[in-house]
């Protein structure tokens, strides 16, 4: 079955470690984005990448970092530099380009700073 | 820029009762609109989308939403609810450049508590 798997599940990290989340999908979509999500806030896109090779931040990028070297991957890190990383964090793949599609969610990454 | 706001955090309905969650929207384009649902711990998943044409768009579950131009409006309804719809609920707009789909920018959501 076609999807977005997100991994791990649950995280635990010590402040002042940096975290790499993992997205993988096999829907081969060419957009694929990052989203944070906290208690009453909605989501927020941290990072998006519409091709390969070729990302750009969004409205809370800053403490994050992204990769897209491969089409169907497309890994976060939460850097040290993140001041309140606890949080959950959700991938996000569409068809990109010029389709005004819908986004396909992951089932989410649990961050928890200690 | 864009921005989405869904009035309502929570709201409460008793099993069997019509529901209808509000969104309004600011973009200044034509917009392409979304209603997502999320389950505790879990990802989003689609309920219905509009792009164009008929200005009341069907989705999955027994939901449905209307477009109002006039009103930037984009609620969401449900003629009978089932305890199985408690739930948090996100309105989103699309945004896109000339380059691509550039996201979508969601409400804070709409938590739902059906009561027996």
């Known amino acids: 079955d076609g999807g977005i798997t997100q991994s791990p599940k649950y995280l635990f990290r010590k402040e002042g470690q940096n975290v790499t989340l993992s997205c993988e999908q096999n829907?081969?979509?060419?957009?694929m984005y990052w989203y944070r999500q906290d208690p009453g806030q909605g989501l927020r896109l941290i990072y998006y990448s519409q091709i390969v090779n070729d990302f750009q931040k969004g409205d809370i990028a800053e403490g994050y970092s992204v990769s897209r070297e491969k089409k169907e991957s497309f890994p976060l890190t939460v850097t040290s530099a993140q001041k309140n990383p606890t949080a959950f964090y959700l991938c996000?793949?569409?068809?990109?380009?010029?389709?005004?599609?819908?986004?396909?969610f992951g089932e989410g990454s649990r961050l928890t700073v200690l | 820029a864009q921005s989405v706001t869904q009035p309502d955090i929570h709201i409460t309905v008793s099993e069997g009762a019509s529901l209808e969650l509000r969104c309004n929207y600011s973009?200044?384009?034509?917009?392409?609109l979304f209603w997502y649902v999320q389950s505790p711990g879990q990802g989003l998943q689609l309920l219905l989308k509009?792009?164009?044409?008929?200005?009341l768009v069907q989705g999955i579950k027994g939901f449905e939403a209307e477009f109002k131009r006039s009103q930037s409006s984009f609620n969401l309804r449900k003629p009978s609810v089932h305890w199985s719809d408690a739930a948090e609920y996100f309105c989103?707009?699309?945004?896109?450049?000339?380059?691509?789909?550039?996201?979508?920018?969601f409400g804070k959501g709409t938590h739902l508590i059906i009561q027996p």
């Open positions: 509009y792009f164009s044409g008929d200005t």
């Open positions: 829907l081969n979509h060419d957009a």
């Open positions: 996000a793949s569409s068809l990109g380009g010029q389709h005004k599609g819908e986004l396909f």
């Open positions: 973009y200044g384009a034509t917009p392409y």
């Open positions: 989103a707009v699309g945004t896109y450049s000339g380059g691509g789909a550039d996201g979508l920018t």
